[in-house]
């Protein structure tokens, strides 16, 4: 019950809907009541609140301060003889008439890539795959499992852990599992601070190997276009502003 309401509450605080309700509520005062300053108010804070989001300067300022705290593992550093590679888990939907590249997503195949990259260069390493199905038909560790077997991971070098609900749990087993070996983390590079910090507090610390930058620096000229509002600087923006959430639930739960 607390994990559904930690995520409920997680996804209203999330920009699009925070802004919406915020605009909701800018409605209601106006049609509803006298209080048209207040109104204004509201409707000026959604517009603006959601334009912002919604610019690429705004998306980059959010994302590289957590996406350069950790150095990806360049070509020259991969083969570090681990025991393990952590892969956590990611979206995903068990929908058995696509291919399975087709029932990860995005942000899971760009780890995968990652954790496949790592392992041909560590062929005997455990590739420790995790998450939950949440309802669905298969875990999303299934799911990545059936990807690495597909891809000619032997079934031996593979642990999954199906049962994981977030990246606290994640961090807890994988710690148990990993104590005293060599091991490499990969998850996105938004979250691979926080998800390190979680390690720590479980006593482990594995190598950084963050996956699916989302802002690489540009060396050459940016197009005018690209600083038009768009729906993908709002994602991009709102992976920013989960990790944020997430950082400020862990010093929450510091606290009990």
Do not use: C
Not at 14 to 39: D, H, N, Y
């Amino acid at each position: 019950m607390l994990f559904i309401l930690k995520k409920w509450v997680g996804s209203l605080l999330m920009p699009l809907p925070l802004f919406l309700l915020v605009f909701l509520i800018g409605l209601i005062l106006l049609f509803f009541t006298q209080k048209q300053k207040a109104a204004k108010l509201f409707l000026v804070i959604s517009f603006s609140g959601l334009l912002l989001l919604s610019l690429l300067p705004v998306s980059q300022s959010l994302l590289l301060p957590l996406e350069r705290k950790h150095p990806p593992v360049m070509q020259a550093k991969l083969a570090q003889h681990v025991d393990y590679i952590l892969l956590l888990g990611s979206g995903g939907v068990a929908d058995p008439s696509l291919p399975i590249t087709g029932q990860l997503s995005a942000t899971a195949l760009s780890r995968f890539m990652e954790a496949l990259r790592i392992y041909h260069a560590n062929p005997n390493a455990k590739l420790v795959v995790s998450g939950s199905g949440f309802g669905d038909l298969q875990s999303h560790a299934q799911l990545v499992e059936t990807l690495a077997l597909s891809v000619g991971v032997p079934s031996r070098n593979i642990i999954r852990l199906d049962n994981t609900q977030d990246t606290d749990d994640e961090a807890r087993l994988m710690s148990e599992m990993i104590r005293g070996k060599k091991s490499m983390l990969v998850t996105s590079a938004t979250h691979m601070d926080r998800a390190m910090q979680l390690f720590y507090k479980y006593g482990t610390g594995p190598i950084a190997a963050p996956a699916n930058f989302m802002a690489p620096t540009r060396n050459g000229e940016i197009p005018l276009h690209y600083y038009l509002p768009s729906a993908h600087n709002l994602d991009n923006s709102t992976k920013a502003w989960h990790e944020y959430v997430g950082r400020l639930q862990n010093w929450v739960k510091s606290f009990f």
